[in-house]
């Protein structure tokens, strides 16, 4: 029998603020609903239960600045939204279930390789640590992660953008006209990772047959070429048009046909936040679709009544946006600092803004390029008004032997002759190593 | 009572005074207790406290297909459809649906109700079940239809599904159904059983065991909750012999089946599952218990590469002057039983092995055999511990405090426990304890089990409604928006009220936390969502003294 994993953690004692979105009430209705129908009777599905994510299981994605240490009051419910995604990749890898839908709070896609706090509902990158944990425990090599929130996955971007062996696609409202602001389609990926990331903006209005249109004419296709091992979608819910933060227009049904379309091997929940009107019937459609069921039958009980853009509306839209999209070519800044090993060293610098806290976070990235491995990453990363770096340096998974030498060579810099860093992580992905280095308390592993 | 045997025990003080057996009379199950009751001898019949029952009634009829069918009416409303869960009875579909919060979402049709229902409603006797999903969050399309099924045929029994006000429609649907089928047959029971008592001028009262091993009066309950009642007794049996807070496998061996459970710290666990009862699944609360199909009778067959236990018992061991070598033989040739003839236990083994006959290997063989059932035994023991380990968590408290693996020691009864001892032991890696009176087991459980009492209260301070899951009681709530205090005495009052009706003393009941949902309406909290509950858990009246 084909069985579809459910693990469903609804984080009821958790919250971001009293009155914040996401807070206890979030998927309780969806509670409700899931166990009303009597989803669990179903035999095809297998119910899992949650566990946590160790740090190291975090690290391995994500840098938590200025020290994993700082963080670990907040991080009980994100380590275990991880944990519950790692838990349910397991199962779908060794062949126990056939999908699995990660029913989880809180949410991850905002957050990047660099973590200095919560940012868009997110702490820690469920998806992120799921598909490191993958590659690093089971050798799984090409993933797909196809991001359907209706905001831009920034997060999950920036942790893969320059890893070849990764895909990722990101479908969403557009990005000037909603949170985070980003997911153009001129961000194609790193150096050594070109065309390994999609970013689809959708117009305001879009619904279930323009959504579904572009799904099958560009974002199959182009999974089809990548051929994953493993398709992950983050499943975000708040393109249902009765979401309080968004504009876009799609149907509980056309969830599930989103569902079906992309077969994802694992839907991790995201954002949605219309937790009455949609929830419960968006997460149910999704179920039965994965489930193999008919899912045509769920309902919400609000009617769609917002003028929804035609397709023959929506089509020009999408030809330009194609016709953009394959005439970008690479244009990569090539600046090194004195002490960087030898290579070619693309630099990029960023600014990231952590709307639930109110800072902003500046980042100075440098990639290695590479013709053998994803490169080795360089990242330079302060928060605001404080004059202090941390740092990390990344050691891609299958990284060559130059590349991986080239980080050996930055750790050792980092710590004996860097005057202005304050902390800092080798993420050695190639033999899965996490180091924190701190100036005060030196090396610790994790 | 068992399929074959039933057994009774008279206990005065915590002492076991008397014990009997006697066989099962399918047809007339009254008739055996009574006649179980005669054997006890009980010197002072009117002086009697209590009076405790564990019957199959309930459990057989419906397993052997015994029972009248119900017209199952639903309204089903949208979401999965219905026909993606097996449905053991046919149903009508209804227009008309609610939602989680009990809002209505689309009123019934009326004339819809004329035209299919009307033709088959006046026969008599019919019944009727009616279930709404999302009925346990407002029963009004429930109560709209059984006032007009009432209007039609007043002579109608009619069971309405937010009675059982837990969540799962499916469920819900299966566990009305099922109880108002049995409802006949179970209350002739009562009555001819207080009948039969009351002729004897016995005043104590009637109590009957659920399968959530708590005993509730004979009047009281409602029927489908007494299946599986056996298995809870074993269960209770155990903990008359156990420190309070010990935490026990209790292994009940039969002749072909063996009911495995298990006690934490003096409470056994319940089942985070209704109970299964042949197709049906249910909203039934129910202790965890795996029934395995092995036992002392059970029937082994011999193969090229020595021999296979099987699930299937073909009558007696060899050595009772049955025709099949089981397990019972192994016990006995090894000496762990006195009773069988010891030489046809050799010859029942000799049988599975033609070549080799020497005393080593005989030996060896029965060990193989004896092990061979404690690794069922054991396989069994560990799916139930995970079950118990592996329980849903939704909140992040639960996920940091996982239960923690204690220390076990076992518990058997049963038949075929004396012979099973050592090899448990082995294989379980605990400290292994043989009940006392291990063939009374069951009638000493239900003896001394004592009252189970939950009362959950789902209180939505913003629709001013409240529910509780146990009575499927639907009220309006004039309290304010954000309760504090004040829900703590809400529920103390209900779940009195709820107790008085059952006459039980809830002084020391459990309280679990209570869950505070804030609702929230644009960025202001409009009201709140309370979830919380009591409990007493099931347990007995006292350790038995030997």
């Known amino acids: 029998m084909k069985r579809t994993g459910i693990l469903f953690f609804p984080a009821f004692d958790w919250s971001l603020g009293d009155s914040h979105p996401e807070r206890e009430e979030r998927l309780l209705y969806t509670q409700e609903q899931l166990f009303e129908e009597g989803i669990l009777d179903l035999p095809q599905i297998k119910q899992y239960s949650p566990r946590v994510a160790s740090l190291h299981e975090g690290l391995r994605a994500q840098a938590l600045f200025p020290s994993p240490e700082v963080h670990t009051d907040s991080l009980d419910a994100p380590l275990i939204a991880a944990g519950s995604a790692i838990l349910l990749g397991e199962a779908r890898v060794r062949g126990d279930i056939a999908n699995g839908f990660v029913l989880a709070r809180p949410p991850g896609h905002h957050s990047g390789a660099t973590v200095w706090g919560n940012r868009g509902f997110c702490t820690l990158n469920n998806e992120a640590v799921l598909v490191n944990h993958l590659r690093a425990r089971f050798g799984i090599k090409k993933i797909a992660i196809v991001d359907t929130d209706v905001h831009h996955g920034d997060g999950t971007q920036d942790i893969f953008y320059h890893d070849p062996n990764v895909l990722f696609i990101s479908m969403h409202q557009d990005g000037r006209t909603i949170f985070p602001g980003s997911g153009f389609i001129n961000e194609k990926g790193g150096p050594n990772a070109w065309d390994q990331t999609l970013n689809i903006p959708l117009p305001p209005g879009t619904g279930d047959e323009g959504y579904h249109y572009v799904l099958e004419n560009w974002v199959l296709p182009r999974l089809q070429a990548f051929a994953p091992d493993l398709i992950i979608n983050s499943a975000g819910q708040d393109n249902h048009f009765t979401d309080p933060l968004a504009a876009m227009n799609l149907t509980a049904n056309g969830y599930g046909r989103i569902t079906e379309l992309l077969r994802p091997d694992l839907a991790v929940l995201e954002g949605g936040y219309s937790i009455e009107g949609a929830l419960p019937y968006v997460n149910l459609a999704i179920i039965l679709a994965l489930a193999g069921e008919d899912y045509h039958h769920v309902r919400e009980p609000k009617k769609l009544d917002r003028p929804v853009l035609s397709l023959a509306a929506l089509k020009p839209y999408l030809e330009e946006l194609k016709k953009q999209h394959q005439t970008i070519t690479p244009r990569f800044t090539i600046q090194s600092k004195a002490f960087f090993p030898k290579g070619n060293w693309i630099y990029s610098p960023r600014s990231v803004y952590y709307d639930t806290e109110g800072f902003q976070e500046t980042r100075h990235d440098y990639i290695r390029e590479c013709g053998h491995c994803a490169g080795t990453v360089y990242i330079e990363s302060s928060r605001s008004q404080s004059p202090q770096k941390s740092m990390l340096v990344r050691i891609p998974f299958h990284a060559c032997s130059d590349c991986e030498q080239a980080g050996y060579d930055l750790w050792e810099h980092l710590q004996h002759h860097s005057e202005d860093s304050k902390s800092g992580l080798l993420q050695n992905q190639l033999h899965d190593k996490l180091t924190v280095w701190n100036r005060k308390e030196g090396l610790k592993e994790f | ?546």
Request: aromatic share 8%.
């Open chain 2, 1 to 546: 009572m068992g399929g074959t045997y039933t057994d009774a025990v008279f206990i005065h003080d915590n002492h076991i005074q008397r014990t009997a057996k006697v066989l099962t009379r399918s047809k007339d199950l009254v008739e055996t207790i009574i006649e179980a009751f005669d054997r006890l001898n009980i010197p002072d019949e009117q002086s009697l406290n209590q009076i405790t029952v564990s019957t199959t009634l309930v459990t057989n009829a419906i397993l052997q297909n015994r029972i009248p069918p119900v017209q199952l009416l639903l309204f089903s409303g949208s979401g999965m459809r219905i026909d993606a869960l097996p449905w053991p009875v046919s149903y009508l579909e209804l227009s008309g649906e609610m939602d989680f919060r009990g809002r209505e979402i689309e009123p019934p049709d009326q004339s819809e109700w004329g035209k299919l229902l009307t033709p088959n409603l006046h026969e008599n006797p019919a019944l009727v079940a009616v279930i709404g999903k999302f009925s346990h969050r407002n029963s009004l399309h429930e109560e709209q239809l059984s006032t007009y099924l009432r209007g039609i045929n007043p002579s109608l029994s009619i069971a309405l599904g937010h009675v059982w006000g837990q969540a799962n429609f499916y469920r819900r649907s299966l566990t009305t159904y099922l109880n108002l089928s049995v409802s006949n047959l179970y209350h002739n029971f009562a009555q001819e059983l207080q009948s039969a008592i009351s002729a004897r001028k016995i005043q104590a009262p009637i109590s009957i065991l659920k399968a959530d091993g708590g005993i509730i009066p004979i009047s009281k309950l409602r029927p489908i909750e007494s299946i599986y009642s056996g298995p809870a007794a074993s269960i209770l049996a155990a903990l008359t012999q156990k420190e309070l807070t010990a935490s026990s496998i209790v292994v009940d061996i039969g002749g072909t089946t063996t009911d495995i459970g298990l006690v934490l710290s003096g409470v056994p666990l319940l089942s985070s599952n209704g109970a299964q009862i042949g197709p049906y699944s249910t909203l039934v609360r129910t202790l965890a218990v795996r029934s395995i199909p092995v036992g002392g009778d059970s029937a082994i067959r011999a193969t090229d590469h020595g021999f296979v236990l099987e699930s299937y018992r073909l009558g007696p061991a060899y050595c009772l002057g049955g025709n099949i070598p089981t397990p019972t033989d192994a016990m006995r040739y090894l000496g762990l039983i006195d009773y069988g003839n010891e030489r046809l236990a050799e010859e029942a083994l000799a049988s599975i092995s033609m070549e080799r006959r020497t005393p080593e290997f005989l030996h060896e063989l029965a060990t193989a055999i004896i092990d061979a059932v404690a690794e069922k035994i054991a396989v069994a023991v560990d799916s139930l511990k995970r079950e118990w380990q592996e329980e849903p968590a939704y909140k992040v408290w639960e996920v940091l405090h996982p239960h923690e693996d204690r220390a076990f020691n076992t518990l058997v009864s049963g038949g075929g426990a004396r012979g099973m001892t050592t090899a448990l032991e082995k294989r379980l890696r605990t400290p292994v304890q043989l009940g006392v009176f291990p063939e009374v087991s069951n009638a000493l459980g239900a003896a001394m089990a004592r009252p189970t009492f939950d009362c959950t209260l789902h209180l939505d301070t913003y629709m001013k409604r409240y529910r509780v899951e146990e009575t499927g009681e639907q009220g309006k709530w004039s309290g304010s928006l954000r309760p504090y205090l004040e829900v703590e005495g809400f529920l103390d009052t209900l779940a009195q009220q709820q107790a008085a009706i059952y006459a039980i003393n809830i002084d020391d009941v459990e309280k679990d936390p209570f869950d505070f949902f804030p609702i929230v309406h644009g960025y202001k909290t409009v009201g709140q969502i309370i979830r919380g509950a009591v409990h007493l858990r099931s347990g007995v009246i006292g350790r038995i003294q030997v």
